[in-house]
């Protein structure tokens, strides 16, 4: 947190990240340098300064410093809200996903953080993502079949019973 001697404004730093719809690595070339110019046109609009801003292929790193009055939830959601809003309209790929970002997001507050700890710590607090397809079906068996089963247990030896004598004897 930064204090200003002139008319005591504070400024807090915010760190956000968060993630293209189902993981996805759509977040290149193109589409990176016009989702900077629009989080970059958003905070001239609103009242946040940019610090530092990364855009990997499947995440979004967003630093930014903002009055306390500002609430970090108005922030991101602005953010989110128009830059899915310009992107999807200006890239017909973007509309093959049913939103551009998640819901989820990250955001802690601090001067000092590193980047790739506050990525770090947003990967681990995602869920574990379902593997894609139909799920395998379960198969349940009759009575019969179970009483099948248990018979072939019984008949097999067991270890006990079934030991060698060591070579010699």
Same mark, same amino acid.
């Given at each position: 947190?930064?204090?200003?001697?002139?008319?005591?404004?504070?400024?807090?730093?915010?760190?956000?990240?968060?993630?293209?719809?189902?993981?996805?690595?759509?977040?290149?070339?193109?589409?990176?340098?016009?989702?900077?110019?629009?989080?970059?046109?958003?905070?001239?609009?609103?009242?946040?300064?940019?610090?530092?801003?990364?855009?990997?292929?499947?995440?979004?790193?967003?630093?930014?410093?903002?009055?306390?009055?500002?609430?970090?939830?108005?922030?991101?959601?602005?953010?989110?809200?128009?830059?899915?809003?310009?992107? =999807?309209? #200006?890239?017909? &790929?973007?509309? !093959?996903? *049913?939103?551009?970002?998640? /819901?989820?997001?990250?955001?802690?507050?601090?001067?000092?953080?590193?980047?790739?700890?506050?990525?770090? =710590?947003? #990967?681990?607090? &995602?869920?574990? !993502?379902? *593997?894609?397809?139909?799920? /395998?079906?379960?198969?349940?068996?009759?009575?019969?079949?179970?009483?099948?089963?248990?018979?072939?247990?019984?008949?097999?030896?067991? &270890?006990?019973?079934?030991?060698?004598?060591?070579?010699?004897?």
């Amino acid at each position: 947190m930064e204090q200003h001697n002139n008319s005591s404004a504070w400024h807090i730093t915010y760190h956000f990240v968060w993630r293209p719809m189902r993981a996805k690595a759509c977040l290149t070339e193109e589409i990176a340098r016009r989702l900077k110019a629009l989080i970059e046109e958003k905070a001239h609009e609103q009242a946040f300064h940019t610090v530092t801003l990364v855009i990997l292929p499947d995440r979004v790193y967003l630093a930014a410093e903002a009055p306390p009055t500002v609430a970090p939830h108005s922030i991101i959601c602005q953010v989110k809200a128009y830059t899915s809003r310009v992107l =999807r309209d #200006e890239f017909p &790929e973007l509309t !093959r996903i *049913p939103s551009l970002w998640t /819901r989820a997001y990250l955001v802690m507050a601090g001067d000092q953080l590193d980047p790739d700890e506050v990525i770090r =710590r947003f #990967e681990a607090s &995602e869920p574990e !993502r379902r *593997p894609r397809g139909r799920p /395998r079906k379960v198969r349940f068996c009759s009575t019969q079949e179970m009483q099948d089963l248990q018979d072939a247990v019984d008949r097999q030896p067991d &270890e006990a019973e079934t030991e060698t004598p060591p070579p010699g004897e």
